[in-house]
Each structure stands twice: as C-alpha cells, then as structure tokens.
C-alpha cells in the first residue's frame, strides 16, 4: 500500500520521470508494433512518424504559444535538403545521427530568422507570411538546378544499416530488419526524442512563459516575460522538430523534392494538428495517424462506390476538410481534448455528485438577432475552469475581443 | 526598352488582378474580421459553373452571369453557415475554418470536374490579341470597383455596411440588421472574387488549383496596403503585380514566390500592420 503511494507520488511529483516512463513505454510498443508488422505497413508508419514529429513541433506552436505557422512544410524542407545534401552516395558514411542534427541545426537557424520575424505579427498578418514562405520556398531548389536538383530533386543514399542495428533487431526479434524497418524505427525513435523533448519544455519555465504570452500578452509582459524571446524561442524550437521530421521524410522516401514540401503538406500538417487538440501532442500524434491511415480507407471506398481513381484520390483531402471545419465549429478542443475535458468533468461530478455550474456565460442578444457576440471565453459545452493553465489548445482560452 | 515595357504592362495587368483579389479580402476583413483564405477556390468553383454552362452550349454571357450569381449565394451561405459562429471569436479559430474550407472546395472540385486542365473560352474570342484582352480585363476591373466606392459612398445599404464594420454594438442599436449586413458583405467580396476568376480565367486553362497562386499572392497585396484599407489593397496589388513582373523576367520565374515572401516581409518588419495602416490599439 505505502509502495502504491509511493509510486504515486513520484509519478505525480517527478514530470521527468513520468516523461521518460511514457517515453520507455513508447519504445517498447513501437519495436512490438514494428516486428508484428509487413514491411508496407513499416513504411506507412514511418510516414506516421515523421508527420507525427512535424505536428508536434507545430502543436507547441500553435497550440501553447498562440502563432499560427502555415509554412512548417517549408521548413521540412530545410531539414530534408540538408539531410539529401549529406548523404549524396555510399561513400560519404556521415554517420546518420550527425545527419539528422546537421538537419535540425540548419532548420534551427532558419526557423530563427523567420521566427523573429513572426514575433511581431499577430493572427493572420502572420498566417499571410507564413503561407508566403510555404510557397516560396520550392522555387528556390527549382532556382538552383545545379546544386538543388531541380523538379527532380536530390536522390538519398541510405548508409548501410549499422552492425550493432542489425545486431540489436536480431537479439530482439529473431530476425534481420529490413531497411523499411530499421527506417521505420529511426523515425519513431526521433519521434519519441523529439515528443519527451517537447514534452518536458511545455512543462517547465520556458512552456509557461509561451502559455502566458499566449493567453495574454501585457499580464505576461507585466510579469516580466519577454514577449519577443518567448515567441522566438517557441518558433525556433517548432522549427528544430519540423527539420527532425524532414530529415524523417527524406529518408525514407529516398528523395529530397519540391513536389513532397508543397503548400498542401503545410495544410496537412495543421489539420493534423486541429484534428487532434491544439497544445497536446498526444492529439498531434492522432491527428498524424489520421492522415496516414485516412486516405487509404477513404479512396477505397470512393473506387468501391465507383469513382475513378483521381476522383477517388481527392475524396480523403475533402474528409480530413470537412472533419476540420466541424471540429472548430462543434468541438474546438479537437479529439484528445475533447476526450481530456469529458474525463475531467466525469471526475468533478464524482466528486460533487451532481452535475457543476458550467461557467459560459450567456450569449448576448440584441435586437433579436442570435449571433451576439458572446463576451465568454469558450463555448458553454467545453467550458471547463478545472483544466486551468493547461487546458490544451490556444482555440478556446485565447479569445480576445477583436471587434473593431 | 520595348520588353521592360512589355514587362511593366504585364505588371500592371497582373497587378489589378491581385488587387481585385486583395479587394476582396479586405471587403471581408472589414466587416468581419476574417480573412478569407477560402477567397481562391470560392472563385475557383464559380468559374466551373461558367464552363459547365458554356460547354453546355449557352452563351458565355449566361455563364458568366450564372456564375457571379453563384458567388454571390456561396458567399451568403458559407457566412451565414460556416463562418457565423467563429466570428467575434480567436484569430486562429477563423484562420482555420477558412483554411479547411479552402481544402473542402478544393477537394469537391476535384472529386466533381476531375484534376485535368480544361480551355476556357475569352470573352470575345480575340485569341492572340493581348493587348485588346488585356484592356477588356481592366475595364472590367475599373468599372466593378467604381460600383463598389458608389455603393459604400452613397448608399443607404452602403452606409449601414460601413456602420456595422465600425462598430457592431452602436450598429445594432441603431438599428442596423449587422448580420444581415455581414452575409451582404460576404457575398459581394465572393462577388468580386468570382469576378476575377472569371476574367484570369478567360482563355486560359482551368483547374482546381489555377487559383491557389492567385490566392497567396492577392494576400500579400492585402497585407502590403495593411487589411483594413482598400486603396491600399488596389495599390498593394499594382506594387506586387509590377515588381513580381520585373522579377520574374529579369531574375527567373520560380523566384517570384520568394520576391513576395521578401517583399511582405521587408513591408511588415517596417510597418507591422501594412502600409496604410491607422495607428491602432488593440483591445488588452
């Protein structure tokens, strides 16, 4: 019994420890997953992660510090060409490890410089120049044939899977891992790096100065935060896990090419993290399986139903559409925070017995219309004060009067 | 000589292209606060009308009259329907509907016309004949715009939408319908949008996507001229439209989505809020 308690304490006590039991967990189920898998499925949950990885760097973005970024496709790009750049054939053995930071230094780099920008927008100044930047960024490789590539884009030689990997994989499962899957586990293995990275962030200092700014700017800045350095900070460390997942990507698609970082891969990657819940990473982590899996199902239903195959192709775009304009319209925590406030509120009644005061306040009417403005902060349906500072996602807490 | 003219005029054009496209935005950005990256497949869908109704053997002029009529009604129905809820609300929230809006039409078109390339007739069927296409264009431009400031100048309904833009609480007690106000102005700027679909469109190709770059670009402009003015949207627009021309025929053409990032950026650092921007407080 006293052992329980003790447990328990630490696990709600030591947010490190916590953070790297989850992480452990992951590990484990990722090499159980991978091993009972086929390799097409490896593949496929290889993209999941690095389509995970991205997410999660945007959700911390969005979703704890408020800025919106519609370019984190463009900085996938970053990571993916420098990642393509230093693995041009077998000869050059840059081990992968340097590889994959080589790709997040320079999208570091980049992403301060564009963050530092971003820092002084606000809501769709930002979203505008962003955007920008995810358009932009494409004509550059296509602007420097020679050393870019061009529409082609720069092939990537994957090293030789390392002995002790072998080694390792066999010791584990009886077996060799094939190449999709040892690519498989780097890109969950970053995942899990980057997700207990970010994680351990939003928790400390450096998260609560971003949720500070984003939930009012002059209380923070009264509070001697500095908003500008928190805004660079939370953009450049979005930027670091976007390069991770690009490295990800060109790594298992072989292939470094504008026609993979379009302004679509952008959209995607925020619905992704919409669907989800803004601010989790669990959200971003299901908003990503989402988008991996989705389409597959969804076009196969569509050629069932008698779609030809380009029809059929545009079918899952026009779902994960669709599920994102209902999901800010009926349910703006998204699916884990939609899932997190239910659990919440079953406990409060528990505890009450009986159903709580929502806190929402009324919508205000005036000359019979029903479209008032409401001067509350969240829709009466999610409103729930208990989640406090961590409520997930920017959607519902950062509501400011902005009529004019 | 000869080509930094002819790469001036083709500024120019491509210019009041993105203004009208900028002025759009702004119509909505005034009313409501919003702004609506769903501006391109909005027009892009309209523009599909025409061509069903064209390729149905009618006459252009019906189709191009359909389709305006479809931009109004789409405009009035996403704002009543879609839009509504969101509006008074998070920047981010909007700025998300809008964006799974714009994959929606995006993808609706897709699945209904397919994603290949089909011709849109020109007006007068002046193939060839730039020049005379272009003007066509510009008029066509002029004339909308000129309609639009005789509107919001001196009518009644022009009045009450300026009013319910200010001050939606003072509106309201006065008297003014500001919802009904909002879906009017929502679908006038999906009006003018369709209208510049139409006219890029105008023997060119069509697709799902003709209008995505239209899209970042008319937003750029918006932004340079700041959201809130429309002279600076119609200003912004022959600015980019010119120095993204001379770019793109003095350096090379992929570069001009980077020219738009530099300039936005060179324009927002100095001025956060666009060109024209008032000085402005924000609500703490």
Known sequence: MTRLTLVRRLW???????HLLVAVLGVVAITAVLTAVSDFRSVQLAEMAYLGTAAGGLTVLTGLNGQISLG????????????????????????LVLVVLAAVLVTLAVGSVVGVAAARLHGPYLAGATVALAVAVPGIALFYKQTLGGEQGIPVVLPPTPQWALDAGYYLTGTDPSRSKFVAYVAWLTLIATFFLLANLSRSRVGRRWRAVRDDEVAAELAGINLGRARVSAFMVSAAAAGAAGAMLAISVRLAAPGSFTLTLSLTL???????????????????????????????????????????????????????????????LGIAGTLRSLMLRH???????????????????????????????????????????????????TSKGTSP | MQQALNTALGGLTLGMVYAAFAL?????????????????PMAMITTYVALVIIDAGHSYWLGFSAALLSGLLLGA????????????KSHINAVIL????????????????????????????VRGFKV??????????????????????????????????????????????????????????AFVGSLSGLLIAGGNLVHPGYMDSVVVFGFVAAVLGGLDSPVGAVIGGLVLGLSLSFVSGYVGSQLVPLAALAILMLVLTLRPGGLFSHAQARRV
Do not use: C
């Open chain 1, 270 to 332: 925020l619905a992704a993290v919409v669907l989800g819940g803004l601010g989790s990473l669990t959200g971003a982590l299901l908003g990503a399986a989402l988008l991996t899996f989705l389409p597959q199902v969804v076009t196969d239903l569509g050629t069932d139903a008698g779609l030809d195959n380009i029809q059929a192709a545009e079918l899952a775009p026009l779902v994960y559409g669709l599920v994102m304009v209902l999901v800010v319209l009926l349910a703006p």
């Open chain 1, 72 to 95: 984190h496709g463009a900085l996938m790009a970053f990571g993916a060409y420098t990642t393509a750049l230093l693995l041009p054939d077998l000869e050059a053995s840059t081990p």
């Open chain 1, 12 to 18: 709600s006590d030591s947010t490190l420890l916590r």
């Open chain 1, 347 to 397: 406990r409060h009644q528990d505890r009450h017995r009986g159903p709580t005061q929502t806190t929402g306040q009324t919508t205000v009417q005036t000359t019979g219309q029903t479209t008032g403005q409401t001067t509350g902060q969240t829709t009466p349906q999610t409103t729930d004060q208990a989640t406090g500072p961590d409520t997930p996602g920017a959607i519902s807490t």
């Open chain 2, 77 to 88: 129905v996403l704002e009543r329907v879609v839009i509504r809820p969101v509006e008074g």
């Open chain 2, 98 to 125: 809008t964006l799974g809006l714009f994959i929606v039409l995006h993808a609706t078109a897709g699945v209904i016309f397919g994603n290949e390339f089909s011709s849109f007739q020109a007006p007068f069927g």
């Open chain 2, 24 to 40: 759009a935005l702004v119509l909505i950005w005034r009313s409501t606060r919003i702004v609506n990256f769903a501006q391109a």
């Open chain 2, 132 to 189: 005379g296409e272009r003007t066509i264009a510009l008029t066509g431009f002029g004339v909308v715009m000129g309609l639009l400031v005789l509107l919001f100048r001196f009518t009644d309904v022009g009045l009450r939408m300026r009013a319910s833009a200010y001050n939606q609480e003072v509106a309201r007690l006065l008297g003014v319908k500001v919802g009904r106000m909002l879906t009017l102005g929502w679908a006038l700027a």
